[in-house]
Structures are given as C-alpha cells and as structure tokens.
C-alpha cells in the first residue's frame, strides 16, 4: 500500500504544480502525507457530493480537477458548504488533491482527453507557449451540425446541450478545442485557420464578434462536459502508475453529474 505522499508524488509528475498559473490554487487540500491509499476518486469538482460518494466509496484520496478554495480563505467552519466538504474529508481520512491548470497544460491533458471523447486526431497545440488547447483533425469531413451531434454523442449529458453558432450545412475538417472556458482563445482559433471550434462558456459578444470576422463555426458544451474525460484520462494514467509500482490502487472516475445548471427550457420567451 503506497502512502499518500508517494502518490501526491507521482500526481505532480504528470501534472507539474509549477506549470499552474499565478491564480490558480492546486495541489493537495486536505491529507495526511504517512497514510496509506488504497482507493482513489477523481471527479470534476470538490463539492459535498464528491465528498460523499467518496465516503460511500470508501476512497482515501479524491483528485478534483476544479480547486476547492480558489482565493483562498480564514475559516473552514462546516457552516460553510466548502468548509462542510473539508469537515467531511478529514472526519473520513479521506485527502484530496488539485490539478487545475496544471492538467489543462499537461501533455496529455484535459484538451487531449476533450479530443479523444470526440475521437479527434490531435496534431499540436492551440497554444503553443503554453501547450493550451489542441489543434485536430477529422477523419472525414462532416457539417458542422453533424459535428455538434457528435459532440452532443459523445460527451456526458448535461441540462444545457450543446449550443452552436455558424451555418450548420458548412464543411468542418480541422477543428480547434479546448476543455473549459475558451473565448479567451479566438484570436489563437482565428490565427490555427480551423474550420470549428469547441469549447465552453462561450459568451455573447466574443461569439457575435467571431462569427462577423469569419466564417468560424462554433460549438458551445456545458464547462464540465468538456473537462470530465479528463477525469478518464487521469484515472487511467494513475492506474498505469499503480500497475508500474505493484500498489494495487482501486481507481474510480465519479459519473455524478456536478454542473450547476439543472433544467433546461427550448424557449426563453418573445424578444424585449
């Protein structure tokens, strides 16, 4: 049985908590480095129903991808929702550790894993200073529509679908995505010269202002649909890590679905 410690170890050899940004808050949250592990959960985000799967689960380790206390904070009262998830980890011996921007960085990592849900061949980097997004390929041209059929196929469910703006009837051979919030990113899409682009939390005017530049399709899925093949990915590079050690790690990817939306409505109503 490894401890703790030499797994944290092993995590922070595939995603470097060095190549997080200044913002982000990663690493390892809560945890007793000398106790051994045996089950470990990785799941999209630290909320209380992680904690409990993981208790239910009997998990010594939970990796999120998400951080828990992002900027930080002076109280972890279990009053407080995020201060009840640490009350619950720690009164169940259970650590949990972050790789947030680190894994969206890592090579492979959460953009990788958003491609290989889509079955997508990656080809480089969106960014390549930083290895942020890829660049892919489609095996066979297809519309634009069937693209975000394939999306809607392939990634888990969510209230909010997968939204598209372009012509749906346009050729999409090479296509730009990202896991996670992407509008940041059109000026690198419109520069790679991919015919669609996936990401999430795609905002009204940086999608207006895109698609008056260019004829770029996009494709808009829910923030955790597009980062949970992460959790596959990881789990199965951990479990290739256990395999390499002869640490007989029980690993698990968390199917509870954690995005905030809820419900779901075609129409919003007459115009204003």
């Known amino acids: 049985m490894p401890r703790l410690s030499e797994v944290i170890a092993e995590l922070d050899a595939l995603w470097p908590p060095q190549r997080a940004e200044q913002w982000d808050a990663v690493g390892t949250v809560c945890g007793d480095p000398d106790a051994g592990v045996t089950r470990v959960l990785f799941a999209v985000d630290p909320v209380q129903e992680i904690a409990d799967e993981a208790v239910a689960l009997g998990a010594d380790l939970i990796v999120t991808h998400h951080p828990l206390y992002l900027r930080g904070t002076t109280t972890v009262v279990a009053g407080h929702f995020k201060g009840r998830v640490v009350h619950t980890l720690i009164k169940h011996d259970i650590a949990l550790h972050v790789a947030h921007t680190n894994a969206d960085t890592a090579d492979p990592g959460v953009s990788d894993a958003l491609a290989g849900a889509l079955d997508l061949r990656v080809t480089g980097p969106l960014v390549p200073e930083n290895n942020l997004g890829r660049i892919c390929e489609l095996d066979q041209p297809e519309t634009l529509a069937a693209f975000a059929a394939r999306a809607a196929k392939r990634l888990p469910a969510t209230a909010q679908g997968i939204r598209v703006a372009g012509d749906p009837d346009m ?66 590079q951990l479990d290739e890590i256990s395999d390499r050690h002869g640490w007989d790690l029980r690993v698990h990817v968390s199917k509870t679905v954690t995005d905030p939306w809820s419900s779901h409505h075609t129409s919003s109503g007459a115009p204003n």
């Open 171 to 236: 050729t999409v051979r090479r296509v730009a995505v990202s896991g996670g919030s992407g509008d940041s990113l059109f000026d690198a899409v419109r520069a790679a010269g991919v015919d669609a682009f996936l990401t999430a939390d795609l905002r009204h005017h940086p999608v207006s202002e895109a698609t008056q530049r260019s004829p770029l399709g996009l494709v808009d899925a829910a923030h955790w649909a597009t980062e949970w093949p992460w959790c596959e990915l990881a789990a199965a």
